[in-house]
């Protein structure tokens, strides 16, 4: 006789738009890739509503809908930036673009007017919060747990607060960023010698040893949950140039080392128009024979990725079937819009299953995170709805375990089992 054990009880195709939107709502992310500052790190952290303005996707708008020069925009103070912003973006026109509506939700989400003629009223209520219980409030508004940052060794700002020992903060994951070091070492390599580490312009002789000794040093400090660096469409690996040489004999070894992965966010043409300086790096499709290679030759290496290009994102797929090392996260800052999120995850979904990390904000502005999550939750809800009632209608079905057990590895454990993170 064949005895079955129960299931816990299967949702009906009616029922199930309610319970994933409930669990979506009540699992708290672990948001993996942020520009946010913790509190200890002084005023690298960015928030309230001149920040919010000033974000560098509204900058590149406001050059399409407004004559001003970008070099005229750049005179004009922060506060003025923000006024003129407002005005073109969000009065002399519907605020319908992601990043407008984006501002609109924040506005909203603290009950503040989303139509007035200037931004009096909000300029108010940002200044009286103070920045520790604001945090707390907005991670709670935003549905998260935590944020990963992005700091750099080399960032002159940044740096000397870590060396003083800024106090860790558990709602602030730190993360090793690596961009000044692989993408630019001619510019920064003197910066390395400043402190004392012997390296050279070509990273020859001890340079090596020398580079992983500085990562221990940041390791020891930071205590990062990975290793991180954006690159061109063009990277290539293997390649004899510096990056390619410190990847390899540097940054892997030192990843194997510390137990971290590495993230590599690739696909940026940088600087495509410098004269609207963070808004002007644009997309190109890059190589993905570089990351097999990468899969391949390091299986004791972990690497999370992000791709740029809508074009590279069905491959990435395919490669993360064949090796366990790589885990696809976010839909990244041109593809945060929800017709190419829709696409890109119900891609993943039917080609991973839940192995992958649907989202992360790339906040750079604490109250960006409310939106940001926000619009994942809308965009992912029907998404996962239509993959259990198409699971249901072939003929198993799912409880709410399932689904929060689904929610759960997607938008935390995924995260922390891949990085190994001191959760
Ligand atoms: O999305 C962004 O804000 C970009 O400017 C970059 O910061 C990108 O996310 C990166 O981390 O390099
Ligand atoms: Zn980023």
């Known amino acids: ?11 009906s195709p009616a029922e199930l ?4 939107e409930e669990e979506l709502g009540a699992t ?9 500052f913790m509190p ?8 309230g509503i001149d920040e919010l303005l000033t974000y560098h996707y509204l900058e590149a708008e406001l050059f399409r809908s407004n004559e001003i020069t970008p070099a005229e925009y750049w005179q004009l103070s922060k506060r003025a930036q923000a006024d003129l912003i407002w005005r073109t973006l969000f009065v002399e026109n519907a605020p319908v673009s992601e990043s407008t509506r984006g501002v609109v939700a924040v506005l909203h989400a603290f009950g503040l007017p989303t139509d007035a003629s200037d931004l009096g009223k909000a300029r108010e209520f940002f200044q009286a919060q103070s920045p520790e219980a604001h945090i707390r409030n907005v991670f709670k508004l935003a549905g998260i747990s935590e944020v990963v940052m992005t700091n750099d060794p080399l960032d002159p700002l940044e740096a000397p607060l870590w060396k ?3 106090a860790p903060d558990r709602q602030f994951q730190p993360v090793l960023r690596l961009d000044r070091i692989l993408n630019r070492w001619a510019e920064h390599w003197q910066a390395l010698v400043a402190e004392g580490y012997s390296v050279n312009a070509d990273a020859t002789g001890k340079s090596v040893d020398e580079i992983r000794r500085f990562l221990a040093d940041w390791c020891g400090r930071m205590a990062p949950v990975y290793m991180a660096c954006s690159l061109p469409d063009t990277f290539q690996f293997p390649e004899s140039s510096i990056r390619g040489r410190l990847i390899a004999e540097a940054v892997l070894p030192a990843c194997r080392e510390f137990g971290v992965p590495l993230s590599l966010m690739i696909g940026v043409r940088y600087q495509v128009n410098p004269a609207i300086r963070l808004a002007g790096d644009a997309v190109g499709r890059a190589d993905l024979r570089a990351l097999e290679h990468l899969a391949v030759t390091y299986p004791d290496n972990r690497f999370l990725v992000s791709l740029l290009s809508r074009e590279n994102q069905h491959e990435l797929c395919v490669y ?7 885990m696809p996260f976010g839909c990244w800052w041109f593809l945060n819009n929800p017709s190419i999120v829709e696409e890109i995850t119900r891609e993943r979904l039917e080609m991973l299953g839940a192995s992958f990390i649907p989202q992360h904000s790339d906040a750079r502005v604490l109250e960006q995170v409310i939106y940001k999550w926000r619009n994942t939750r809308r965009t992912l809800a029907p998404i996962l709805t239509r993959a259990y009632q198409t699971l249901t209608e072939d003929g198993r ?5 399932e689904v929060r057990r689904d929610v759960h590895r997607l938008f935390r454990t995924n995260f922390e089992q891949f990085a190994g993170a001191r959760h």
């Open 1 to 11: 006789m064949v005895t079955s054990t129960a299931l816990p009880t299967s949702l």
């Open 28 to 36: 708290p992310f672990i948001d993996i890739h942020t520009h946010l």
């Open 17 to 20: 738009p309610a319970v994933v």
């Open 164 to 166: 003083k020992g800024a």
């Open 397 to 401: 079905g799912v409880s709410r375990a």
């Open 320 to 326: 993360s079937r064949k090796f366990r090392n790589l």
């Open 40 to 47: 200890s790190l002084g005023n690298l952290g960015l928030w």
